[in-house]
């Protein structure tokens, strides 16, 4: 069955960085385009960033550019947020999502920026 | 950069109700490229509506969406006890691939 599997998230200090991953299974990864989304406690659902298929082309949120890279690796079915500058804005359950016509969300991992 | 905006805030309506949830944009969605996700306390969200009016698989037929340009709403016929939760349009049309900031239909 399909499945998209968060890791990396965890507590690190403001100006920290973190990597997020995003482990595909159960569909054919490279067909699809790629997207983060992040809750905030109590929040709703903020957009933050798309990769194409083959990682050629890229959209930001205003909230992370310069500050957060997607990136991915086909051959691994990974997805990556390479996120750096951390603030205490930025703590969130960090999601992943493919492209929003097919609609498969990972169950979320928790980035807790605090000192 | 497309707002999103829904309404109600809040939804209190009873089971075997029917529920009708509104998401207004500030500028059109071409190609009717609206989803409308699904979310529990504690779970992910879930795709319910894509397309503006398609439901996702294993979607019941309950769950239903309409609209075009800037009007789009998620219509849920007959409310089940499972189909409390908040409930979330979301616009793919251009970025930021921007959310509304949900409606919560509660019991």
């Known amino acids: 069955q399909v499945q998209l599997v968060e890791s990396g998230g965890g507590v690190v200090q403001p100006g920290g960085s973190l990597r997020l991953s995003c482990a595909a299974s159960?569909?054919?990864?490279?067909?699809?385009?790629m997207h983060w989304v992040r809750q905030a406690p109590g929040m709703g659902l903020e957009w933050l960033t798309f990769?194409?298929?083959?990682?050629?082309?890229?959209e930001d949120a205003d909230s992370v550019k310069g500050r957060f890279t997607v990136s991915r690796d086909n051959s691994k079915n990974t997805l990556y947020l390479q996120m750096t500058g951390l603030t205490v804005e930025d703590t969130a359950v960090y999601y992943c999502?493919?492209?929003?016509?097919?609609?498969?969300w990972g169950q979320g991992t928790l980035v807790t920026v605090s000192s | 950069e497309i707002v999103l905006t829904q309404s109600p805030g809040t939804l209190s309506l009873s089971p075997g109700e029917r529920a009708t949830l509104s998401c207004r944009a500030s500028?059109?969605?071409?190609?009717?490229?609206l989803a409308w996700h699904q979310q529990k306390p504690g779970q992910a969200p879930r795709l319910l509506i894509y397309g503006a009016s398609n439901r996702a698989t294993g979607i019941p037929d309950r769950f239903s969406g309409s609209g075009s340009g800037t009007d789009f709403a998620l219509t849920i016929s007959r409310l089940e006890p499972e189909d409390f939760a908040v409930y979330y349009c979301?616009?793919?049309?251009?970025?930021?691939?921007?959310f509304g900031q949900g409606t919560k239909v509660e019991i």
């Open positions: 999502m493919t492209q929003v016509a097919v609609g498969y």
């Open positions: 979301q616009q793919y049309d251009r970025a930021p691939y921007s």
């Open positions: 990769l194409t298929q083959d990682g050629s082309y890229k």
């Open positions: 500028q059109s969605v071409s190609g009717s490229q």
């Open positions: 159960g569909f054919s990864f490279s067909g699809y385009g």
